[in-house]
């Protein structure tokens, strides 16, 4: 009797009809897009039909709000505390990013690229999310500038823009499976992006 309690403890939570539906959905957007992705297309992976999805969802728009708005939320809260000096949370930073990919490719890819999707007004509300994000990045860059831990001639909007593209692009590449060591990753990424603006690596001007 005992055994059988602690088999039902822990067997696995059993997810809601919205819960499937809101997982359908990154699978869904991940691999077809946004404008691909019709609402019988939602049903159809619920086995449920097209109208029966309203029950759960008001919208298909109000279900991509959701899981970008939620999902954007989970990069901020990752790197609002870094400790250490500029250079280690340049480091924390793309750790904490590649980490957060790497629990879920499929919702990374909707979060990076389905987003041009959202219409007013909850567009603002996630452009103004995606610009917090990159403004914590100018942060760090603009301290270890000051502190003399990057080149004082680093191009700080190249800067910004080259290490966004690296670690938003790795969802594109890193396997859905978790096949690939995020660690590694995260440590490959570090590696190069240190090595760009450390000091003696800046932009140098004639």
Avoid at 92 to 120: C, G, K, L
Wanted: charged share 25%.
């Amino acid at each position: 009797m005992p055994r059988q309690s602690r088999a039902r403890a822990s067997a696995p939570k059993k997810l809601t009809k919205q819960e499937r539906l809101m997982a359908a959905a990154v699978r869904l957007f991940s691999r077809q897009g946004y404008a691909g992705t019709s609402v019988r297309d939602l049903g159809e992976a619920l086995g449920i039909r097209p109208g029966s999805v309203y029950a759960h969802i008001d919208s298909k728009h109000t279900m991509l709000v959701q899981l970008i708005d939620s999902g954007i939320d989970q990069y901020l809260d990752a790197v609002a505390e870094l400790p250490g000096t500029p250079t280690e949370q340049l480091r924390h930073f793309v750790e904490a990013h590649v980490r957060v990919v790497a629990e879920d490719v499929n919702r990374a890819r909707v979060v990076y690229h389905q987003w041009r999707h959202i219409q007013p007004p909850d567009r603002a509300r996630i452009v103004a999310k995606r610009y917090a994000y990159e403004q914590r990045l100018r942060d760090i860059i603009d301290a270890g500038i000051a502190a003399g831990e990057f080149a004082a001639d680093l191009d700080r909007p190249t800067a910004v823009r080259a290490v966004l593209g690296m670690v938003n692009w790795c969802p594109e590449w890193l396997p859905s499976d978790g096949s690939e060591p995020s660690e590694e990753v995260a440590a490959g990424l570090t590696g190069i992006v240190l090595a760009s603006v450390r000091v003696g690596h800046g932009a140098h001007h004639p």
